[in-house]
């Protein structure tokens, strides 16, 4: 489950850290990130009017521990920035590993001696922090110098419970489509703008003896990820899973039996390889990157992976589909990334909110100068190509800038209880066709029994 973990909890970490919304492979630009990121934020008034008074540490927890990641540089150069313009504020890094963080918040938490910033995770996973009062709210800091605006629509909303935002994300990613171009030249298919077509396109492949698409369903999460997009489409929007907690809705809904006939309906199509339940994600994955599958539905981060790989320069993607005309194709499967939160109980908060408003506000210049900007959670603009962006880079970016919203996975937003139970249905339909209300009940009666 380890990559599952990359796009959520590991956002921050390695190459392929900076995930949603991105913009624009402008190539008339520059290579400038937007304007909002080319300037320092002014200091609150506050936090100016300390300047030159007593010296003041803010401890800054994050998981950019690997001096090689750019993330570390980018860091450590706006921090120098920012305490050069404030000489009589340190900035303290406590830099870890992602497991090692989430490790030491929970301890700090345990204790009320949560950093001045530290990093916690979207949704579901960030709430317990928030019903325990330790973040402090980061309404009236996104305010300041059009913070706010940076950001892609919609990232925002999953990190603010009761309309107070709490966190500020560097990243996010979506799932994409990734298609071999000379596969689908070879079988005579076009990419497909229906699911219709997609399952078409699958048959015919089949016929060529091309595998259709590649997957690794020994990490259950994969088909998971796959089917909840299907769910995307027959719900005709996002929100299904938060009718189903609220409820307004069963997992009998014709919605999610939709969903689960359109999964069998590519699994029966023949568009998996044999065995696909014994691949984990690497061997799945790797199908794709030596030309052995024709399509391969993975989060963006795959992007980088594959450009290394020996499909580089023949790869293009696309959105996921329509199903029966349902759903819009520029809702994605949202994975958005780790985040950063102050503490409630910090005893520098203007200056720190000061701090986090100016890291923000430069990231995603700096990112954009060392090719980190491949699907930041903010806003960039500039000449991706002539900064040395790839082809393929630059496409997956133009899919984030159509991004109009979308849904968490299953098991970012339900409990472990029925998540594990939805993990093991979906699996099971691709080794047997099961009667798709069998299954949907299944999953109501998993919810059931975890919510007693």
């Not at 489950?1 to 390695?14: C, E, T």
């Not at 950019?64 to 920012?82: C, F, Q, S, W």
């Not at 995770?121 to 709430?127: C, E, L």
């Not at 005893?347 to 506000?361: A, G, I, P, R």
């Amino acid at each position: 489950m380890k990559h599952r973990f990359k796009w959520i909890n590991l956002a921050l970490a390695g190459t392929l850290t900076l995930g949603l919304a991105a913009c624009g492979g402008n190539s008339s630009g520059a290579g400038s990130a937007s304007p909002d990121a080319t300037k320092a934020p002014v200091a609150t008034k506050e936090a100016s009017s300390g300047s030159k008074g007593d010296k003041i540490t803010i401890t800054f927890q994050n998981i950019y521990p690997d001096p090689t990641d750019p993330k570390n540089g980018l860091m450590k150069k706006i921090v120098a920035a920012y305490e050069a313009e404030h000489p009589n504020i340190k900035i303290e890094l406590d830099s870890l590993n992602t497991d090692q963080q989430k490790l030491k918040l929970k301890t700090q938490a345990a204790s009320n001696e949560v950093p001045d910033i530290t990093i916690v995770n979207p949704s579901a996973q960030m709430k317990p922090y928030v019903d325990a009062k330790l973040l402090a709210p980061l309404n009236d800091m996104v305010e300041q110098n059009g913070l706010k605006a940076t950001f892609q629509e919609g990232i925002l909303d999953y990190y603010t419970f009761d309309k107070n935002l709490y966190a500020l994300p560097d990243g996010n990613n979506i799932a994409v489509v990734f298609y071999n171009k000379e596969l689908f030249a070879q079988a005579g298919v076009k990419v497909p703008s229906t699911f219709e077509e997609m399952v078409s396109a699958v048959k015919t492949l089949k016929e060529k003896k091309i595998t259709p698409m590649a997957i690794g369903e020994k990490d259950t999460w994969t088909g998971s990820f796959l089917f909840m997009n299907m769910l995307l489409r027959t719900n005709n929007g996002p929100g299904f899973l938060s009718d189903v907690i609220a409820g307004k809705r069963t997992f009998e809904d014709p919605a999610f039996v939709e969903a689960i006939d359109a999964f069998q309906s590519l699994v029966q199509a023949g568009a998996f390889q044999e065995g696909a339940t014994s691949f984990d994600y690497n061997a799945g994955e790797n199908l794709f990157k030596t030309g052995k599958a024709a399509m391969y539905f993975m989060g963006s981060w795959a992007t980088g992976g594959i450009e290394t790989s020996s499909v580089n320069g023949k790869v293009g993607v696309f959105k996921f589909p329509t199903i029966n005309g349902k759903g819009n194709a520029n809702e994605f499967m949202l994975a958005p990334g780790s985040a950063f939160a102050i503490s409630a109980n910090s005893k520098h908060l203007k200056e720190t909110k000061d701090f986090l408003n100016y890291f923000m506000l430069n990231f995603p210049k700096e990112a954009f100068k060392v090719k980190g900007a491949v699907g930041l959670a903010q806003k960039v603009e500039g000449d991706f190509k002539a900064n040395g962006y790839s082809d393929m880079a630059i496409e997956v970016m133009n899919l984030f800038k159509d991004v109009k919203g979308g849904d968490l996975a299953f098991d970012n937003t339900m409990n472990p209880g029925t998540a594990q139970g939805h993990l093991q249905s979906i699996q099971n339909l691709f080794v047997q066709k099961m009667d798709s209300k069998v299954t949907a009940k299944e999953h109501q009666t998993a919810y059931q029994s975890n919510n007693k």
